[in-house]
């Protein structure tokens, strides 16, 4: 009788204990990464296509925006924030864009008019504008001029850096917003700075014009990226594919473009619950000292399989862009729910890459998740995690913005996202820790490959 009750005790006691483990690597494996929220609609007051960066000198401080004049700080890793105005001589029209180097000084593009009518006007004065801050994004020069040809439009900007702080930024010129006319043509062009302050004179990259009624066929999403060793590259979208054009030395670039994959349905296309939605494509490229230095890396997303089933993916090429992998799906997708409006990032200390996007898959109206994609081995594979505390129910009602946003940097993580509640917009972000996510591997040190001419 001792003998079997020891037995049967020592058996509960093995079971109770495996089942208190499982709660409690239940309970961290899922544990919610606490939102915050930066900002909301008012009246006066619109908040949409959020952008963020991490200060790479003291990631604890951190700066977001938003359109049309929004900044906020924080200098405590994301436990208290700062809002602040922006004002330029140019007018604040939207698109904002952040950067950081590795002196810790931030570059904040946005679009501006000086008429105050954006470039929906007949005046068509609107350029893009670079703002220095070096005191974490507490203030901000007045600003430099980018692009100012008139009476074009200028429109849509993205940024990047070299390793010597070289600044580049990308955009669509319009012969005339919104145009329906044959001969009205979009391209992409581009111009560069070693200080933020003077621009070169802008650069045609696109060699296919797209037209100006700013769909499918208009030629949009410029985005550079630039390795290590200063090749430059540049995507974008026009007529339902996506393009690349590369530069080794900064001056020669490609007489033909490089169509990398099909975009079929184009990148304008529709989604329950917003007034416009898009798949534009973004380009990002390890700088890291991981095995996948050199590695670029692009996402978009289409509806290839249908308007009502929208998908995010991924591709990657190891050879500069001669040659791209297939299309890889992100998330766990079902028939008839939607993955889309996707950002990526590559954590430049780890080389580990990540992918924020919205997705309907565990509901059967407009509900929407925030969801995080995450590849540790140079995107062979990704594991996704739920960011967003509860879902949001957007409406076509209001604006929603263009894009979201993500940064990464010392493995700190900073997806950025709107969301609407009852017909109006706010701007969230997380301040996640990657061993919140997954352990880390043994970093391996990137193989030196024969040079390409």
């Not at 470039?119 to 974490?136: A, P, Q, W």
């Amino acid at each position: 009788m001792n003998r079997l009750f020891i037995f049967d005790q020592t058996t509960v006691n093995m079971r109770l204990y495996i089942l208190l483990f499982l709660v409690f690597f239940s309970v961290h494996s899922f544990a919610q990464h606490k939102n915050i929220k930066l900002d909301e609609q008012t009246e006066i007051n619109k908040v949409a296509e959020p952008s963020i960066a991490i200060n790479h000198k003291d990631p604890n401080n951190i700066v977001a925006a938003s359109v049309l004049d929004n900044i906020y700080t924080t200098k405590d890793g994301g436990l208290t924030w700062r809002k602040i105005k922006v004002t330029s001589p140019s007018g604040m029209y939207g698109d904002p864009v952040l950067i950081s180097t590795d002196k810790g000084t931030f570059y904040y593009f946005h679009r501006s008019d000086p008429t105050g009518e954006g470039s929906r006007n007949e005046k068509n004065l609107d350029h893009i504008v670079c703002h220095e801050s070096n005191d974490g994004g507490l203030t901000w020069d007045e600003g430099s001029i980018i692009g100012s040809n008139p009476p074009k439009d200028q429109d849509k900007p993205w940024a990047s850096l070299d390793d010597k702080g070289n600044l580049v930024v990308t955009w669509t010129q319009f012969d005339k917003y919104n145009n329906t006319d044959p001969n009205c043509q979009s391209l992409i062009l581009l111009s560069a700075s070693s200080n933020g302050k003077k621009w070169s004179k802008p650069l045609q990259i696109s060699q296919t014009p797209g037209n100006c009624s700013d769909d499918g066929n208009t030629a949009k999403g410029g985005m550079p990226a630039i390795s290590g060793d200063g090749k430059m590259f540049v995507s974008w979208s026009n007529q339902g594919k996506i393009f690349l054009d590369r530069s080794f030395d900064g001056n020669m670039w490609l007489t033909n473009d490089i169509a990398v994959t099909e975009q079929k349905g184009g990148w304008n296309f529709k989604v329950p619950g917003h007034d416009r939605c898009n798949g534009l494509p973004i380009l990002m490229i390890d700088k890291s000292k991981s095995h996948y230095r050199g590695s670029l890396y692009l996402t978009f997303s289409d509806q290839r399989n249908g308007a009502n089933n929208t998908d995010v993916w991924f591709m990657r090429s190891v050879n500069y862009g001669d040659n791209w992998t297939s299309p890889m799906k992100m998330g766990i997708d079902s028939v008839g729910q939607h993955q889309y409006l996707p950002w990526m990032t590559v954590d430049q200390t780890t080389g580990y890459i990540y992918i924020v996007y919205y997705d309907r898959r565990n509901y059967a109206d407009n509900q929407t998740d925030v969801y995080l994609s995450y590849s540790i081995d140079g995107g062979s594979s990704f594991k996704n995690v739920k960011i967003s505390e509860s879902p949001f129910m957007p409406t076509d009602a209001n604006f929603f913005g263009d894009y979201i946003n993500v940064y990464a940097h010392k493995g700190i993580i900073t997806p950025i996202w709107t969301r609407m509640d009852n017909g109006k917009t706010s701007v969230w972000t997380s301040v996640i820790k990657q061993e919140d996510l997954f352990k880390p591997k043994p970093q391996q040190k990137a193989v030196k490959g024969k040079k390409k001419k």
